[in-house]
Structure formats: C-alpha cells, structure tokens
C-alpha cells in the first residue's frame, strides 16, 4: 500500500512563498510521474505541475515562472516551491504519483494553502 503525505501548507500574505512537501512510503512502485493539483472552493481538480521519471517538467500556465515542481534523489519526495503567491492561487493543494505499469494513481489527503491579506 502507497501512502503520500503532503505538507507546508498555510496561511501567506500575497507576494508571499510557500514550499509544499509530498513523501511517499509503503510499496511504491515505479512512478511515471509525480505532480501536483490544486482544488479552490466549488471547481473540479486542476493540474498545477508535474515531473515525469526523466525530469521534464509541466506547468499550468497559471503558474510558470512562479512555481517549481522539483524531487529528492530517491524520487520518493515531491516538492513544490510556490513564490509570488497569488489570492487566486488558494486551494487545497493534492500530491500524485502515476504508476508506471499500470497508470494507478495515488493521491494524498491535500493541504491548504489560503492566500490573503
């Protein structure tokens, strides 16, 4: 069983940064790919950035050149580093791992990132 536990969400001012963690335990298998998504209140879940097994990375167009998706060396841990921080960029912020093989996904349980002054 994969457990991701996300952390390093909260409460920022606007203009503000965050760096949001994902780590990965249990029988992970080999991972295609890792992201994050990010779900504001009343809208469907959203890609934010993901990095494949090879390092290319993703983002939604909202957030380029403000967020950086990055990964450990073990590539049992995502990061999200989350600069210039915008009020509609307030969500609850998921971690995913694609499976390889099988394409399965796993998500965490989310963390909140509230941006307000």
């Known amino acids: 069983q994969v457990q991701l536990v996300e952390s390093g969400g909260g409460l920022v001012q606007p203009g503000g940064s965050l760096r949001l963690s994902c780590a990965a335990s249990g029988s992970i298998p080999a991972i295609n790919a890792m992201g994050w998504y990010g779900q504001a209140p009343g809208k469907q879940r959203e890609l934010v950035a993901t990095?494949?097994?090879?390092?290319?990375?993703n983002y939604a167009d909202s957030v380029k050149g403000r967020f950086t998706i990055s990964r450990d060396s073990t590539k049992r841990t995502v990061y999200l580093q989350m600069n210039s921080l915008k009020p509609e960029d307030t969500a609850v912020y998921y971690c995913?791992?694609?499976?390889?093989?099988?394409?399965?996904?796993?998500w965490g349980q989310g963390t909140q990132v509230t941006v307000s002054s």
């Open positions: 990095i494949t097994n090879d390092g290319i990375t």
């Open positions: 995913n791992f694609r499976a390889m093989v099988t394409r399965k996904d796993y």
